[in-house]
């Protein structure tokens, strides 16, 4: 079974840099991974994901030159690097994984999620 564990958030100021780590246990070759967010009473929104057989990425427009997802195979841990973050960014961020061929999703593996609080 797939096991996903997030550290990493917290809170800082507006500009500041911040790295997500996610601890990948269980997963199994040609398989995709990502991070996704959701802000207090909203849906779970889409940030970026990896084809971790090839390194073939998807970012949203909103973080695109600002955020960079990266993974570390010798220690099965998927980065995302956040850097100058904007009060818009603060969420609850999750890990996914699945075995489907599209970065998108769906989605059925997820970890229970790391906070990011930016202040102004």
């Known amino acids: 079974q797939v096991q996903l564990v997030e550290s990493g958030g917290g809170s800082v100021q507006t500009g500041a840099s911040l790295r997500l780590s996610c601890s990948a246990s269980?997963?199994?070759?040609?398989?995709?991974m990502g991070w996704f967010l959701q802000a207090p009473g909203k849906e779970r929104d889409f940030v970026v994901a990896i084809s971790c057989a090839v390194g073939v990425t998807n970012y949203t427009d909103a973080v695109k030159g600002r955020f960079t997802i990266a993974g570390d195979r010798s220690k099965t841990t998927l980065y995302l690097q956040m850097n100058s973050v904007k009060p818009e960014d603060t969420a609850v961020y999750y890990c996914?994984?699945?075995?489907?061929?599209?970065?998108?999703?769906?989605?059925?593996?997820w970890g229970r999620g790391t906070q990011v609080t930016v202040s102004s």
């Open positions: 996914v994984e699945d075995a489907s061929s599209g970065l998108r999703g769906p989605y059925h593996y």
């Open positions: 269980g997963i199994v070759s040609g398989f995709n």
